[in-house]
């Protein structure tokens, strides 16, 4: 009897489809892998703008009782300004945040067991268009005035 030692025809087709099944699955787990990698890149850019603005605005919420909102411009009782243009945020004139696709301030109130208190919703979409970080951020403070061209745009 001869040894029968060697590849056949069929086993080596069997082989070479097991090995591009696997290949495959290996090339779109690691193209997942690097396109996740990079949205997190990018989007760790973003916080980074983030919190420089929270930082300053936390500060200037917790000095203050009182803000003025007029469209994306906020004003607190000590004329601490801040302004949404140029997709960019200014703390009195004073660039704090960039890639800043859009901001909006608004008033709102929260009650709990007969206590009202008052809060300053911020809005901020950061980064460019498919790849954005979207925060909303509430602050407590005790008094807000709305200017009345705000009032008509909340009711519309």
Known sequence: MK?????????????????????????????????????????????VEYNKFNMFFIQDVKANKAASIIGTTIVFEDGTKYE??????????????????????????YTVNNVTKNLIKVNLNIGVEKKSYQKQIEYVLSLIHISEPTRLALIS
């Open 3 to 47: 040894s029968e030692q060697g590849v056949t025809l069929t086993s080596l087709v069997i082989y070479i489809a097991v090995a591009t099944v696997l290949i495959s699955t290996m090339a779109v787990m690691s193209s997942h892998f690097f396109a996740n990698i990079q949205l997190v890149k990018n989007q760790s850019d973003y916080v």
């Open 84 to 109: 949404y243009k140029d997709e960019s945020i200014y703390r009195n004139d004073k660039k704090i945040a960039k890639n800043i696709r859009t901001a909006s301030f608004e008033p709102a109130t």
